[in-house]
């Protein structure tokens, strides 16, 4: 499976931007795709997750009621609609896929990881 994250940007607290995750490969092995982020001296986090099976999302308290994760099926694309965009917001978000539909918010259930993409929001 290869994912490739793109979408990212310079914007304002406030603002909103929309990432992509295009996934290619073996996609039908895919039971769950997630978004992390890494900011500055930080760790990687959770940010969101969706299903594929049944769509159920997960979201981290951070970002939740913000941030929207769905998905394309058609075309092997899951999105993050990101609002009202805050400075901590700013981070590396990398995309991610894992063959168990319960990764839920655990790192180490993801099998494959994009290069990420750099969201970097303004005060």
């Known amino acids: 499976v290869q994912l490739q994250a793109s979408g990212g940007g310079l914007v304002q607290a406030g603002d909103s931007l929309r990432l992509s995750c295009a996934a290619s490969g073996r996609t039908s092995s895919i039971r769950a795709v997630g978004w992390f982020r890494q900011g500055p001296g930080k760790e990687r986090e959770f940010v969101a997750a969706?299903?594929?099976?049944?769509?159920?999302?997960l979201y981290a308290t951070s970002v939740k009621g913000r941030f929207t994760i769905s998905r394309d099926s058609a075309e092997n694309t899951v999105f993050l609609q990101m609002n009202s965009l805050k400075p901590e917001d700013t981070a590396v978000y990398y995309c991610t896929s894992s063959n168990n539909p319960f990764a839920s918010s655990i790192i180490k259930f993801y099998d494959y990881w994009g290069q990420g993409t750099q969201v970097t929001v303004s005060s």
């Open positions: 969706i299903r594929s099976s049944d769509g159920n999302q």
